[in-house]
């Protein structure tokens, strides 16, 4: 009853306070008295105080005074975190998954794979967006699955506001499958998978050594607005190339920033065995920026993980193993590579839903409860699902933290947001309040009432 109390005022407060203010415009905002947990691992803050200026956060802490003339929220009772960050998603791609007309998640008649790019197809309408945003999640990754090919496509980084304008950072990095599901795609064999995946980055290597070719023409990205270098044998001259290629020239266009190390390369992986055969690529491709996503098996080969300096994306809680690459599995994973030095983020993709991630991360830190299991303190948890997805997505520092500097994305919370239960009371996204409406809230609301007398004349038996 306390908390339902405090959540109210809390919420009269801030409609009152920010009522005089733009809604589509960010909006200077101080949240005093909270709990604050700044998201870069440390622990929450009692008593403290979170201000947003100009769609930025510009302090967080205790004994912070408030710049005259901004807005103040009480937020006694509540929580104050950045938004949780979702990797890896496949949010604003899809509303109905049975459906196909309205799933773009998969291309698998698609003559492309490494040339797929998910940036223009992203859909800030999408029901899954709003309902993901009412949970607390600001920010994410989304990609399509690789499915013509072992290579998925390229990722990019949205944010979930209620805007048109979703695409914080495209073509933010590249996906392939490595595994169990790579073999499938690759004709049934672990062997196939790599023969393929050596072959297009030596294609990607060779088309590269001439994609910057000085005096070539550009072309403006119309999301970010840079200059972006065009390869003549793009843009419709001497497009011919050897015959004994296997990727098409835009598959082979894509690869280049991943041979480079320009663009970050997601490698779905589970097993020991295939971790250590993702990090022997260095050997052969120095400059590969990779990351392990998935990595059930993590733990067995942490220290070699942790030297090579190698970010993971894993499975939240895998206890049990699905199949036989997952067989070491246990729920201490993500503990265990923490303990050896690994960063790890909490890996939205292996759940039905990424609006669950802050439970996720709230079972890490009731397994530190647990005898002989390995889990996450309270801060490290959070940070897993905000702080370190942020920093391995290129988003250090300004995404997932409360500190100067860093996007307006933040929550407020009715109580601690690892507990289940805990809900948002309040969402900004780069400043900007943002409506928690969704079509799960508006069915809720309709059904509250149970009073029959207010159902249509077809339900008068």
Known sequence: MTRALNALAL????????????????????????TVATGDGSEPIDGATVVVRGGEVVAAGRGIAVPAGIPVLDGTGAWVTPGIFATVTTLGLWDVGAVSQSNDTRAGNSPFSAALDAAPIVNPASQHVSIHR??????????????????????????????????????????VALGEYGA????????????????????????????????????RDIRTGDDVPLDPRLAGRDTQRSDDVLLTRFDAAALVPVVRGEQPLYVYVERASDIRSTLALKGEFPDLDLVLVGASEGWLVASEIAAAGVPVIADGLDDLPQNFEELGSTQSNIGRMVKAGVRVA???????????????????????????????????????????????????????????????????????????????????IDGVEQPLENHQSRLRDRYLDLDTSDLPKAYDW
């Open 11 to 34: 919420g009269t407060a801030g409609l009152l306070a920010l009522a005089t203010t733009n809604p589509a415009a960010a909006q200077d905002v101080a949240i005093t008295n909270a």
């Open 134 to 175: 009412a949970a607390g999640v600001t920010r994410a990754t989304t990609v399509t699955m690789p499915s013509s090919s072992i290579f998925g496509g390229q990722g990019a980084v949205i944010d979930l506001g209620a805007d048109p304008n979703a695409v914080t950072r495209p073509r933010a990095f590249q996906v």
């Open 184 to 219: 499938r795609l690759a004709g049934g064999s672990r062997a196939g998978t790599h023969a393929l995946f050596r072959n297009a980055l030596r294609e990607a290597s060779t088309l590269g050594t001439q994609a910057r070719i000085p005096g070539s023409s550009t072309r």
């Open 346 to 428: 909490i890996n939205a993709a292996a759940m039905e839903n990424p609006r669950n991630l802050n439970q996720y991360a709230g079972n890490l830190v009731a397994l530190t409860r647990v005898p002989g299991a390995d889990g996450l303190s309270w801060g490290q948890a959070f940070a897993a699902i905000s702080s370190v997805p942020a920093a391995i997505s290129g988003m250090d520092g300004r995404a997932g933290l409360l500190a100067p500097g860093a996007l307006g994305d933040l929550v407020i919370w009715d109580d601690d947001p690892l507990e289940v239960g805990s809900m948002p009371l309040k969402v900004f």
